[in-house]
C-alpha cells in the first residue's frame, strides 16, 4: 500500500461544512458567505442553532423555509436543519470537516476567536473557516434589519424579496 493512500482517500470524501447561526432572518449577507462557502466545499449544512441569549423573531420552522426558498430544489449542495446541543458535536455526526463563520468587522474577531477555540477545545477535528462577507453587507445584521422594518424603513434589497415580505406582514398586524 502506498504511503499516500490516506491522503488520496481524505480528498475524496465530500467536503461537508455546516454554517450554523440564529437566521432570523437570513440576510443577503448570510446568502454572500453560502455562496462564497460552495467555492470550497461540496455541500454546505446551514444550521439554524439556539443562541440562548436571543429571543427570535420567527419561529423555527418559519426561519428554515425563508432559508430554503432561497435555493431552488435543484441546489443539492445546500441543506437546511436544525441544530440542537453542541454545535461541533452536530457538526462531527453530521461528517463536516468544517464550520463556517462570516466576519463583518473587526468587532466580530473577539466572540468569534473565543467561540472558535472553545469548539476546537471540544472537538479537534471540525475546523472553523472565517469568510469576509462581501463589502456590500459588512454594517448590516438579522437585527437592525428587523429594526428598520419594524419602523416601516425599506430594507428591500437587503434581505431576499420573500423575506422582506414577512418582514412586511409581520409588522403590519
Ligand atoms: N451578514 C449579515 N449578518 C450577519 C452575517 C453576515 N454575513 N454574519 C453574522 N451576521 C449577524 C447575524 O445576523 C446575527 O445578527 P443578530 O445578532 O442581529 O441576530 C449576528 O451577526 C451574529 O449572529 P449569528 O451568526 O446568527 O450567530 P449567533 O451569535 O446568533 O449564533 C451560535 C451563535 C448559534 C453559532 C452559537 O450560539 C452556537 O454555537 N450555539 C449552539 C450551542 C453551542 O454549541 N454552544 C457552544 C459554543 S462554544
Not at 470524501?13 to 448570510?30: L, N
Not at 460552495?38 to 449544512?45: A, H, Q, R, S, V
Not at 475546523?127 to 448590516?140: N, Q, S
Request: contains cysteine; aromatic residues 10%.
Amino acid at each position: 500500500m502506498s504511503s499516500y493512500e490516506p491522503l488520496v482517500r481524505e480528498k475524496t470524501k465530500a467536503r461537508i461544512a455546516v454554517y450554523p447561526g440564529t437566521f432570523d432572518p437570513i440576510t443577503m449577507g448570510h446568502l454572500d458567505i453560502i455562496q462564497r462557502g460552495l467555492t470550497l466545499f461540496d455541500k454546505i449544512i446551514v444550521g439554524i442553532a439556539k443562541n440562548p441569549s436571543k429571543q427570535p423573531l420567527f419561529e423555527l420552522e418559519e426561519r428554515k423555509e425563508m432559508i430554503r426558498a432561497c435555493f431552488g430544489p435543484d441546489e443539492e449542495r445546500v441543506e437546511v436543519d436544525e441544530v440542537s446541543g453542541l454545535l461541533v458535536d452536530y457538526a462531527y455526526r453530521r461528517g463536516a470537516m468544517a464550520l463556517i463563520r462570516g466576519l463583518r468587522a473587526v468587532s466580530d474577531f473577539d466572540y468569534e476567536f473565543q467561540l472558535a477555540l472553545m469548539n476546537r477545545r471540544i472537538e479537534r477535528e471540525v475546523e472553523t473557516v472565517f469568510l469576509m462577507t462581501g463589502f456590500r453587507w459588512i454594517y448590516i445584521s438579522s437585527s437592525i434589519i428587523k429594526d428598520a422594518a419594524r419602523h416601516g424603513g425599506d430594507v428591500g434589497g437587503l434581505v431576499p424579496d420573500h423575506v422582506c415580505e414577512r418582514l412586511r406582514e409581520r409588522f403590519m398586524t
